[in-house]
């Protein structure tokens, strides 16, 4: 209807199904409005509208393949799809995408000996191959790669001709080190074994062991100990102690020990504790092999001290 004011639109109406009928009795004019009719009259026929939209939300990780066919990498609101409904309409459905991607990262870490990774393996040696897949906050994949430096820090004992020295001729370049991975140090501290604390420059009496710092920054404990007891070697040096042998056995022992002078005649023998008692003595032995009893002293570190006219040999000797 061109709504004229006499076409009386809507004097007539009908519902047949799902259609709805309009009368416009004095309508003049066709559907263009031409050919013109004077109150021929129209009849308009209605039929209800049964498309539909919606949207499809979805999230993945890096791509997602559509009912469209294609493949998306990147977030999308704007594409959309024609889908026949259940009346048979079109049905336009809109895709609401969020891509989130995966990532990869590489987890550089150095360490001294070993490295306990993410993986549950403890490495010993460089690695850069190692990788672990862990999940992002948004659900993707993380893949993460290990980039491992393992330094060699070997292990080293403290050299002396004895396990027992003389605070009064020892300094730290005598003790010296050697490691068994032929790894360099730059830099050695003592410390007492008792209290762990570093000595000063010159050894005082006590027992030590050694932290050394190789050159990657990785520290490293001497796998012994030496004791220096200044109490009985007053102006005796390394070198004009008593060779190899006098020797003390079983060392530990449980309680009885033996010491052998081999073909030293005329020693005499002392046994001091840990602070410098002398808690035995035995002069001008003459004998190859004397025994001794510590039955009834405690557990802990001794020394048994054989003298010679002017040497001397000092043992330290661990009941247990």
Partial sequence: S???????????????GSYVIVGAKNEDEDASGNNTL????????????????????????????????ITYTSSNNTATYVLPNAAGCDSTVT???????????TDVQTACDSYDWIDGITYTASNNTATWMLTTGSGCDSLVTLDLTVYAIGSFNLLSDEDTLCSNV????????????????????Y???ISNNPSG????????????????????????????????????TINELIGNSITVYP???????????????????SVLDLSGKEIYTLSHVNDD???????NYSNGVYFVHVQSNEQQKIIKLVKQ
């Fill in 170 to 189: 020892v300094d730290y370049a005598n003790l010296g080190w050697t490691n068994t991975a032929g790894v360099p140090y730059i830099s050695m501290i």
């Fill in 38 to 69: 004077v109150d021929a009259g129209s009849v308009y026929i209605f039929e209800p509208s049964c498309s539909t939209t919606g949207t499809d939300v979805q999230t993945a990780c890096d791509s997602y393949d559509w009912i469209d066919g």
């Fill in 191 to 193: 410390y007492e074994t």
């Fill in 201 to 236: 420059s010159f050894v005082t009496a006590g027992e030590y062991y050694a932290i050394g710092t190789t050159q990657d920054g990785c520290e490293v404990q001497s796998g012994n100990t030496v004791v220096i007891h200044e109490a009985f070697c007053p102006q005796v």
């Fill in 251 to 269: 060392n530990p022992t449980s309680g009885m020990f033996t010491v052998s002078l081999g073909e030293l005649k005329g020693a005499s023998i």
């Fill in 2 to 16: 061109d709504r004229g004011t006499d076409d009386r639109f809507g004097s007539s109406v009908a519902i047949s």
């Fill in 95 to 105: 895709l609401d995408l969020t891509v989130n991607y995966s990532t990869t990262g």
């Fill in 289 to 295: 092999h004397v025994e001794i009893s510590l039955n």
